[in-house]
């Protein structure tokens, strides 16, 4: 008896709560969301919990939203998923028909937010999330959720591009990736985009998500030897990638990975050998982009930094992001209603820390990815959408021949 | 032919590491009949030591071995003494469910300790490694199998020559026999879980620098290990030796020959193999 007491204590515990926002008797709207706290992805489920926490406190410091005439403060709802899809929707679910929030913000990772917008759309409730880019989400004909990482199968655009541009021009490339949501849409859009540029895929090879050991993979690249490797996975198997590809001496003229390579502990874990890692970046903190909320983006990365210790990146700002949009869809509703919400969210233009926030008819937005590569454990950009903007260090000399 | 000459190199060493992992695995449940669940929670925790004394006090993870051995040895040591002990002579059940929430609470106090970043060792070799015959081996997956094969014998040694390897044993037989002979079982179990703790300690250490590590490593190393013991055979510790090279072996051809999605499939596909046809394991004995 005793036990079952323990037990159900310490799951609601596991599960818990947090909650930000304004005192008691303020009218508020309450923000719901089922984030990775703890679990495999919490690294990066973090950046979410924070970037909304920073965005509701800041929004209702500047007098919150306005509906109508009456200024609303925006409360947050967040559960800890532990990293697994089914409590994330057990968690949504919860949040509308217990909790009754008033809207919905994303959890992170594709594969949840695969997962998690079937909640929203069922029960009719718009969500906004930063952390899936996958184009299955956005392909199901859904009318209530939005997202803000640019679309997954044209991850690797401006990165065909570039290579198009080198001296010398690659001919080959090996294409690798996971097999979850994400990375299988990345692989998809990328592989027509290399075919139609002219180069020769060696490879095309898709391994299990989590996989810890990539020797015989690199091995067979070290023996078909591309110009080119393209990495589509997430942080741990980047970060296996390269030490496993330096520990058998292979280093191609170029690679790539969609995730990690702008992430400051991925550069920490690696040290030097995470120079000449190129990736990409839909976010870069510069003061080009203003916001009505935080200045500009670098002025907001230095508060982040100051107020949580580590510095953001894109998931960060793309979290800030989703918030804002609320904001501005509340107020241009003139309501709190769902599916005016909902209505006014497609309708929304405007220019945040993030860029131009604007969703595309399936409620995707549209931004380009800047190429950014390694350099000295700083992040470089590149190439973005005008061409070169920096020099690219091409090709890769050996692991052995490196300054 | 070098390809495949590669993928078997790469899969020898890689059965190294995997076998250095199961050690302290299937001494505990060879020994004590205790299926350790937190087992990756400590080499996870192993991992961890080596880290902090990289990074803080810049002690070389090799030096560092004894230091994380002995450190997870306390841990052991103290966690079978003072709470495994209650359970000893209970069913199996009750084992697997405390040694779960061993698990559960050291993963989350690592998280909450150490955060949920990406670690990893880096030492300055890490990343070296030398060419035999057209093969390029990795310098620390090397040094990770002659340490797996070391370790491996000094603990047969200590299990067949010396006296505490027979009290072991002793208890393990026959609890009643060596108790009249003077055997003191709850220090000899708190021993030798201490000592699989501290194998998995070792296995931590090294595995903190051929990968990247965080507090959530622990279940698929202990789903790992479990796998190897099976396939391996609890009689002897050069049970696991096989079943480390085998899985390895095995991963890396499949890998190579029929595809990287396929690892898990094969790995655990063989395991119900052995299950079927061989239960006691490729080198035990049937009962």
């Not at chain 2, 004394?53 to 560092?64: E, G, K, N």
């Not at chain 2, 965080?214 to 396939?231: D, E, H, M, Q, R």
């Not at chain 2, 030796?241 to 890396?252: K, M, Q, R």
């Amino acid at each position: 008896m005793l036990l079952r007491h323990i037990a159900t204590a310490s799951t609601l515990l596991i599960m818990g709560a947090s909650v930000a926002g304004p005192a008691l008797g303020e009218p508020s709207i309450t923000l719901g969301a089922s984030v990775q706290e703890t679990g495999p992805t919490a690294n990066t489920g973090r950046y979410y919990r924070d970037g909304y926490e920073f965005a509701v406190q800041r929004i209702n410091e500047r007098g919150g939203v306005r509906v109508g005439t009456t200024p609303y403060k925006l409360a947050l709802k967040i559960y800890d998923n532990q990293s697994e899809v089914n409590l994330s929707v057990r968690q949504y679910t919860q949040l509308l028909t217990q909790d009754k929030v008033d809207l919905l913000l994303g959890p992170f990772a594709s594969d949840f937010a695969l997962a998690d917008s079937s909640v929203a759309e069922k029960y009719e409730v718009p969500m906004i999330e930063g952390g899936g880019a996958s184009d299955q989400i956005f392909s199901r004909g859904y009318r209530y959720i939005f997202g803000t990482l640019p679309v997954a199968s044209r991850y690797f655009e401006s990165t065909v591009q570039a290579l198009g541009k080198l001296d010398p021009v690659p001919k080959t490339v090996s294409l690798l990736f996971a097999d979850d949501a994400f990375d299988v849409a990345v692989a998809k859009g990328t592989r027509e985009r290399l075919q139609a540029a002219g180069l020769t895929i060696l490879q095309d090879e898709r391994y299990s998500s989590n996989t810890t050991d990539f020797t015989s993979l690199i091995s067979q690249l070290k023996a078909s030897a591309p110009d080119v490797v393209l990495v589509a996975g997430h942080e741990t198997e980047a970060l296996n990638f390269i030490r496993q590809a330096k520990s058998l001496a292979f280093s191609p003229k170029f690679y790539a990975f969609t995730v990690g390579v702008p992430t400051a502990d991925f550069r920490r874990a690696l040290g030097n050998d995470a120079n000449y890692a190129f990736g990409m970046t839909s976010w870069l903190p510069s003061p080009q982009w203003k916001d009505d909320y935080f200045t500009n983006a670098e002025v907001f990365a230095a508060d982040y930094r100051k107020k949580y210790g580590y510095d953001p990146d894109y998931h960060a700002a793309s979290a800030v992001a989703d918030v804002e949009a609320f904001a501005k869809a509340i107020e241009a509703a003139g309501s709190v209603d769902p599916k005016k919400v909902r209505d006014a969210i497609a309708q929304v233009d405007f220019e945040s820390l993030y860029g131009r926030i604007q969703f595309n008819p399936a409620g995707q937005i549209n931004l380009p990815q800047t190429v950014i590569q390694v350099d000295g454990g700083n992040v470089v950009p590149i190439y973005g959408q005008k061409g070169f903007l920096a020099k690219p260090h091409y090709p890769m000399p050996a692991w052995d021949k490196r300054p | 032919m070098s390809l495949l000459l590669q993928v078997t190199a790469n899969g020898i060493l890689l059965g190294g590491l995997y076998a250095l992992m199961a050690l302290g695995l299937g001494l505990v449940w060879g020994v004590l009949n205790i299926v350790n669940l937190a087992h990756g929670a400590f080499i996870m925790l192993g991992a961890y030591a080596a880290f902090y004394l990289y990074t803080l006090l810049q002690i070389d993870p090799f030096v560092a071995l004894p230091v994380c051995m002995l450190a997870l040895f306390c841990l052991g040591f103290l966690l079978q003494r003072y709470v495994l002990n209650l359970i000893v002579r209970a069913p199996m059940f009750n084992t697997l469910l405390i040694t779960f929430g061993f698990d559960v609470v050291l993963t989350y106090l690592a998280q909450i300790a150490f955060s949920a970043d990406f670690r990893a060792v880096n030492p300055v070799y890490a990343g070296a490694n030398f060419a035999v015959a057209g093969v390029t081996l990795p310098l620390v997956r090397v040094l990770a199998f002659g340490a797996a094969l070391l370790l491996t014998t000094a603990l047969w040694l200590l299990l067949a020559r010396t006296r505490l390897g027979r009290a072991i044993r002793a208890c393990a037989q026959n609890l009643l026999a060596a108790r009249l002979y003077g055997v003191q079982p709850r220090t000899i179990y708190a021993l030798t879980f201490g000592l699989g703790a501290a194998l998995a300690g070792a296995a931590g250490d090294l595995y903190g620098v051929v990968s990247q590590f965080n507090p959530y490593i622990g279940n698929s190393l202990t789903a790992k290990s479990f796998a190897i013991c099976v396939i391996g055979g609890l009689d002897s510790p050069v049970g696991v030796i096989i079943g480390g090279l085998f899985l390895g072996l095995l991963e890396s051809l499949t890998a190579l020959y029929v595809g990287p999605t396929y690892t898990d499939v094969a790995s655990f596909g063989v395991l119900v193999l052995i299950l079927i046809v061989r239960p006691t394991g490729l080198l035990g004995r049937t009962a």
